[in-house]
């Protein structure tokens, strides 16, 4: 369900989920208790039980004890979290960001949405080649040197012969080059609008058809 805000059904299964642990945990401790209090009512009177192991016994109670505070603590950061992550999805909607992908988009004049690259190491250069959709490069690019990190550009629409690119579907490849010219390892980025956000975990972003629906740390740059 796409929805601008956290999906009660959703917290209400947290809530079960919690309840149904804490049932379990009851249920050991009564049945370890019951146990205990037989084996005592039913030791061998010539041989009882030690004290140190009576004591290990009721250690092992606290100790279970001690677990189950502890699952819940972190059940409730954890819900805290994913409830953190869905109001910080929903922030973005309206705006545009960069994730992974080649598409871009040309619209009339030669409009264009934005591309981007993100690199793990700095590159000596960088270069861009713009595909149309019968597969055919239809303009080049030579943007320079690049530090790691990520960074966006914009195509002007223009094709290597200066004409207007027409409106439609395009396709951007990226090649960054070391100092002595080897390829390195380089992603390429596309611009889209959060239209959405579909609760979950984690939460999912409806891009609007430009990339299928992403995570939050899909996102390299909001713009």
Do not use: C
């Not at 999906?7 to 208790?33: C, H, Q, W, Y």
């Not at 290990?56 to 001690?66: F, H, M, P, Y």
């Amino acid at each position: 369900m796409a929805t601008n805000a956290i999906d009660p059904n959703v917290i209400s299964a947290m809530n079960g989920a919690a309840a149904s642990r804490k049932s379990e945990s009851d249920d050991l401790r009564t049945n370890f208790m019951t146990l205990l209090i037989a084996q005592l009512k039913n030791q061998d009177p010539l041989n009882p039980m030690e004290n140190a192991e009576l004591t290990s016994q009721l250690a092992q109670i606290n100790t279970l004890s001690g677990i189950e505070a502890l699952n819940e603590t972190l059940s409730g950061i954890a819900g805290q979290i994913e409830a953190g992550q869905a109001l910080q999805a929903t922030a973005l909607i309206g705006k545009g960001v960069m994730v992974p992908g080649d598409r871009i988009l040309v619209g009339e004049e030669g409009v264009t949405t934005p591309f981007g690259v993100e690199l793990e190491a700095g590159a000596h250069q960088l270069k861009a080649t713009i595909i149309d959709g019968s597969g055919q490069p239809v303009r080049h690019f030579d943007l320079g040197p690049m530090q790691a990190g990520v960074e966006s550009f914009v195509w002007d629409g223009t094709l290597d012969n200066g004409a207007l690119a027409p409106t439609g579907s395009y396709r951007v490849v990226v090649e960054a080059l070391d100092v002595d010219g080897k390829a390195m390892a380089s992603q390429a980025l596309n611009y889209a609008v959060v239209n959405a956000v579909s609760t979950g975990n984690p939460p999912l972003l409806d891009l609007g058809g430009v990339s299928a629906q992403v995570p939050l740390q899909d996102i390299r740059q909001i713009l």
